[in-house]
């Protein structure tokens, strides 16, 4: 029998910022959908050990794609666009145990 996970679901964001003019997820509003994810997981008391954390990362190598953001245990990849994005892939993945196909990026 395997013991449980410490969380139920790790989420990073990357937080990459390039001075070099490559495109990096910092510009591109990262810092506020990884702040409003935080924020509305805490609200719905989904944080905290046996749940869902979220967290900042260095860069994840995909900022071509970005922003992006990945979720484990399951390895599931995300771009997003803004809040209502975040909230979408709150309410259907890390609640609701499914994909947001339409903003999920290829594990490859």
């Known amino acids: ?8 679901k790790h989420v990073f964001f ?5 001075d ?5 997820c910092t510009d591109h509003g990262a810092q506020a959908a990884q702040e409003h994810a935080k924020r509305r ?10 749940k869902i954390r979220i967290n900042k990362a ?3 190598d ?5 922003p992006v953001m990945v979720i484990y245990p399951q390895g599931t990849w995300y771009t997003f ?10 309410d259907v993945d890390l609640v609701g145990g499914g994909i947001v196909k ?3 990026l290829p594990n490859t």
């Open 81 to 90: 666009v803004d809040q209502t994005d975040i909230d979408e892939i709150i």
């Open 41 to 50: 997981i805490k609200q719905m008391d989904m944080n905290g050990q046996g």
């Open 58 to 60: 260095g860069c994840l």
């Open 14 to 18: 990357c937080m990459n910022q390039r």
């Open 62 to 66: 995909r900022c071509d794609e970005g």
């Open 20 to 24: 070099d003019g490559r495109p990096c």
């Open 102 to 104: 339409r903003l999920q």
């Open 1 to 8: 029998m395997s013991e449980p996970l410490y969380f139920q």
